[in-house]
């Protein structure tokens, strides 16, 4: 590494953006950044190249000739002539039935490098990055993401059924409802390895919105604003969950709807 | 710290399972260890069969290509199924194969046939059209990032789709992870750069 004074290297700077320095490299990296003006454009050069790869790649999953290759390893023989073929290939199909549910979850996942990084170099705060993550992602909806009849009631009520078992809540259509808004869809996602819910919604005036929400032991707390790829987000924790509420509605509207479904989230 | 020492759970499964296979010969119990990892092994392929097929894709830019490499991997892994150290990730060791295969065998054959390689644009679409969401951003990205060249590509990849480390990274690749740093920063430069032009926000 580099001695204190001296410019970080591009290799440098990637290694911050993808969080592989220490602790120490890493504050050395982010004072140099914040008294120097080239190293900081460089940094946001380097950055901007953190794109949606993982969603990019994950159509690709799906195109893998499942079958075919399924087919083909049962084809080859187990090495010891002795092997009870059948138990194999039971415990194969089941596995791969494990395994195809489990690529739904990885083909909707959500690219952990995608670090926003903009003026606050804060990407140590994982209470942060997770709402980077997510403003990156919203930032790509359209009105069209999520065209479609909104559904009913009870199929609004399967889809949020899904996502309490794996977040350890118990959601309602009610509760998530925004008035003037429309319910579309309800989805889990990952981010980091950890269960992401997503309820999406449009709003008919400002395009797309989303309730997310993630386990979260850091503690309860209050409301806040902050503006995101220019969207606005409202977030808030409690004991166990982290949630944000993010959109183009305008903020101080975004604030009533969030602190009126924290309201409602915990009744 | 004394106390956290009061038990040693090490200690205990070993009592606990050493009288488990006595009345087994010796011979016999190797044997059964073999035939569960094999299973293991067999059901691991089977879990990662799309993951390998995708990476194949992306190094050769060629389904059949990418069928080729997984059938190869495959058979090198089960063959081999004794040196993969239990503990350790399973897909980790899988991509290893898959890349060595790549680099010491399928490549180096295509190469000398003079066949040489498609355009990446034209293999590496998909039917994304029932969704919209991952259609409008994907198709962008992944020309993007199968213009560079294949050392930054497949660290691209490893890095950041399949979220491996850098450390991760260079056992696979069987590089020093001083090259995975280079070949990332290069890479990025060049897909800012790209983007920049294309007019990207």
Request: net charge negative.
């Amino acid at each position: 590494m580099n001695t204190k004074h001296t410019i970080p290297s591009d290799e440098d700077l990637t290694a911050f953006i993808d969080g592989e320095l220490t602790a120490e490299e890493a504050a050395r990296i982010e004072a140099i950044v914040n008294e120097d003006e080239s190293t900081a454009e460089r940094l946001e050069f380097l950055a901007r190249a953190s794109l949606p790869f993982k969603q990019a790649f994950a159509p690709l999953l799906a195109e893998a000739p499942r079958q075919k290759l399924e087919t083909m390893l049962a084809a080859i023989p187990a090495e010891p002539s002795t092997k009870s073929n059948a138990t194999a290939a039971f415990a194969g199909r089941r596995r791969f039935l494990g395994a195809l549910a489990a690529s739904l979850v990885a083909g909707i996942a959500i690219d952990r490098a995608v670090i926003g990084i903009g003026r606050s170099f804060s990407a140590k705060d994982e209470n942060s990055e997770w709402r980077a993550v997510v403003a990156d992602y919203i930032s790509l909806y359209t009105p069209e993401t999520l065209a479609g009849p909104v559904p009913e009631r009870d199929v609004q009520a399967a889809q949020l059924a899904g996502l309490d078992e794996k977040l350890g809540l118990s959601l309602s259509p009610e509760a998530v409802s925004l008035p003037g808004i429309d319910f579309k869809r309800a989805l889990m996602l990952q981010y980091d390895g950890k269960p992401l819910a997503q309820v999406a919604y449009l709003d008919p005036e400002t395009g797309p919105m989303a309730l997310c929400i993630v386990k979260s032991d850091a503690g309860r707390k209050a409301p806040d604003l902050e503006s995101r790829k220019g969207l606005n987000v409202i977030y808030w924790s409690n004991e166990t969950h982290a949630f944000m509420l993010i959109g183009r509605i305008p903020a101080d509207r975004m604030k009533e709807l969030g602190e009126d479904v924290r309201r409602r989230l915990s009744a | 710290m004394s106390v956290a020492r009061t038990h040693f759970p090490a200690y205990s499964r070993a009592r606990m399972e050493s009288p488990v296979h006595p009345a087994v010969s010796r011979d016999a119990g190797l044997a059964e260890a073999a035939i569960a990892s094999e299973a293991d092994i067999r059901s691991g392929l089977t879990e990662n069969l799309a993951r390998l097929w995708r990476y194949g894709l992306v190094l050769s830019h060629q389904r059949d290509v990418a069928d080729d490499l997984v059938q190869a991997t495959c058979l090198r892994a089960l063959e081999r199924a004794d040196q993969f150290i239990p503990g350790t990730r399973l897909d980790r060791w899988l991509f290893s194969i898959l890349h060595s295969i790549w680099l010491n065998e399928i490549r180096s054959r295509r190469v000398r046939q003079g066949q040489g390689f498609v355009d990446a644009g034209e293999t590496l679409t998909f039917d994304g059209a029932h969704d919209t969401e991952t259609h409008v951003m994907a198709g962008q990205v992944l020309k993007q990032v199968n213009a560079l060249p294949e050392a930054q590509r497949t660290v691209i990849f490893l890095a950041y789709v399949e979220g491996l480390s850098y450390r991760e990274v260079a056992g696979i690749l069987d590089i020093p992870i001083g090259t995975v740093m280079s070949r990332l920063a290069a890479a990025r430069a060049k897909l800012s750069g790209a983007g920049s032009e294309g007019g990207r926000q």
